[in-house]
């Protein structure tokens, strides 16, 4: 089960960390530590936080698609690929940025065409 930071208490979430009950999946998102969860499960269940997690219109691209969909992947990905429509920044380009180790943010803008900046 995913626990949103949103939906806990401060102390709450920070009791469960000390006592090695929850760990963190990624800003915001946390899960049961007992779950033993493999690689492709705990990249499902991050995909799942940061589904719930984002309220803006976004899908997810790249190898974190690929889990959505069941396919194959060569390997876990380490990223979550987040695609949303963009802002255009105060120079004209779409906005791009890394939102945490573990997720990474794509943007573009509809008059780009397919054309999208990626941040590292």
């Not at 626990?3 to 009791?15: E, P, S, T």
Request: glycine share 6%; proline share 5%; hydrophobic share 35%.
């Amino acid at each position: 089960m995913v626990h949103l930071a949103r939906d806990n208490d401060h102390n709450r979430i920070a009791a469960h960390l000390r006592h090695d009950e929850w760990e963190r999946l990624c800003r915001g998102a946390y899960v049961s530590a007992a779950t033993g969860l493999t690689p492709t499960q705990r990249a499902l269940v991050t995909l799942r936080a940061v589904d719930e997690r984002l309220r803006a219109p976004h899908w997810f691209s790249h190898e974190s698609a690929a889990l959505v969909w069941g396919l194959p992947v060569w390997r876990t990905p380490t990223a979550t690929h987040v695609r949303q429509p963009g802002r255009p920044g105060l120079d004209g380009t779409a906005a791009s940025a890394a939102t945490t180790a573990i997720s990474t943010r794509h943007t573009s803008r509809r008059s780009e065409g397919c054309r999208s900046r990626t941040s590292s």
